[in-house]
Structure formats: C-alpha cells, structure tokens
C-alpha cells in the first residue's frame, strides 16, 4: 500500500528525554513536513525538507531536531529543550514537480509529556 | 505575521442542507489554497484545492476563490451527518520565493454539525 506512516501512535515522555517520531513515505515524494497541532488550534509547521540531506526551519522550530538522510524518512526528534511537548505531531509529503502543491497527512503521533 | 482567519463554530447545518464554511487569508501574494476534513482524534484528510478565481466542483464539494477580497469558501451540497468534523482552511503562503514546498499556514478550523 502507498502511503505515509508515523510510529509510534502514541507516546510518553518524562520530562527531560528526548523522544524520536518517525515518519516514513513510500509515495516517492520529494518534500516532508512535520506539523504540531494543539487542541482547538490549527497545524503549525515545525520543519520541511524539500531534497535529501537539507531541510528548513518552520515557526515553531525551537526545541526540535530533524535528518533527512533518505527520501522516504524524515524523522522528528522533540528535545528537553522544548518546553511543552505535549500535541499532536503530523507528518506530510507532496511532490514538489508540477505546480500543484497539495500536501498529504500521515495518521499522527500524539505525545504527552508525563 | 501571516494568518488565515476562520469562524470556530460549531455550524449546524439540517441534514440534506447545504453547509457553508469560510475563510480569509491576509497574504496576497498566496497562490495555493486547501481545504481539510479532520474527524477527531484523526489526521487531516485532503478535500479539495483551489488555485485561480472562481468556482472548483468536485462531487458535494465546491470550493471558492477570490483573491480581490482574500476569501476562500467550501460548500457542501446535500449535508450528510458522515460530513460532521472540522474543517481545516490551508494557505500556501509563499514563505520563499520559490513558493511550493515551503509549507502551509493554517486556520483553526470551523466544527461543522449535520443534525439529523
């Protein structure tokens, strides 16, 4: 099946770790997304990659990490640096050939800081 | 800053009716705009996407675009209750000038209710 998948579904943190999303495509896009989202509030971008081995800050960037090392990965590190952890993190993909932009949503991790 | 602004709701809508979301943007130079379906607890599900003026059909689903006035719509024909969730307006925003791959802004989403 083609598709973006994120792991684990859920996840815990003790204050103080740092915890790794994973987000894994095999739709042969080129550019990913990490998004947070809040209750009651809309997606903010964290970090997107358009190519392997670059990637750009989003406006939320601060006390998140990310590596693009392959075309289908781009994996989410949440650092203790980050003050409030606890949402929920969506991954997403497109092609960047074309002029059309639309953007697709892997099924989510939501974590929660214990 | 650049926003896209969208009434909360909830909207409640008879079933067989049509619904009628909104959404402004504050950026003129966007070029792309989305709307998503996100049920709760799920992740946003692509719906429709609009790029010039005018009118965009696509089965219940219309989605309008005035870039004069800034104002993207979604209609949705013939209410089902199955189309109860929120509904997520995307705007790409143009963060480089290469637009495209550079992300998208985000409203809050209106939570739409179909009453049977």
């Known amino acids: 099946d083609g598709g973006i998948t994120q792991s684990p579904k859920y996840l815990f943190r003790k204050e103080g770790q740092n915890v790794t999303l994973s987000c894994e495509q095999n739709l042969n896009h080129d550019a990913m997304y990490w998004y947070r989202q809040d209750p009651g509030q809309g997606l903010r971008l964290i970090y997107y990659?358009?190519?392997?081995?670059?990637?750009q800050k989003g406006d939320i960037a601060e006390g998140y990490s990310v590596s693009r090392e392959k075309k289908e990965s781009f994996p989410l590190t949440v650092t203790s640096a980050q003050k409030n952890p606890t949402a929920f993190y969506l991954c997403?993909?497109?092609?960047?050939?074309?002029?059309?932009?639309?953007?697709?949503f892997g099924p989510g991790t939501r974590l929660t800081v214990l | 800053q650049k926003e896209v602004e969208q009434n909360s709701g909830p909207l409640s809508v008879p079933e067989g009716a049509i619904a009628s979301l909104n959404c402004t943007y504050s950026?003129?130079?966007?070029?792309?705009f989305f709307w998503y379906r996100q049920y709760s607890g799920k992740s946003p599900e692509l719906i429709m996407s609009?790029?010039?003026?005018g009118d965009k059909e696509d089965g219940r689903f219309t989605a309008q675009l005035n870039k004069a006035s800034q104002y993207v719509s979604l209609l949705i024909r013939d209410s089902q209750p199955s189309d109860s969730a929120t509904y997520l307006c995307?705007?790409?925003?143009?963060?480089?000038?290469?637009?495209?791959?550079?992300?998208?802004?985000f409203g809050k989403g209106t939570h739409l209710i179909i009453q049977p």
């Open positions: 990659s358009q190519i392997v081995n670059d990637f």
């Open positions: 997403a993909s497109r092609h960047t050939s074309g002029s059309y932009n639309e953007q697709f």
């Open positions: 950026d003129r130079g966007s070029q792309s």
């Open positions: 995307a705007v790409n925003a143009g963060r480089d000038s290469g637009g495209g791959a550079d992300g998208l802004t």
């Open positions: 609009i790029y010039s003026n």
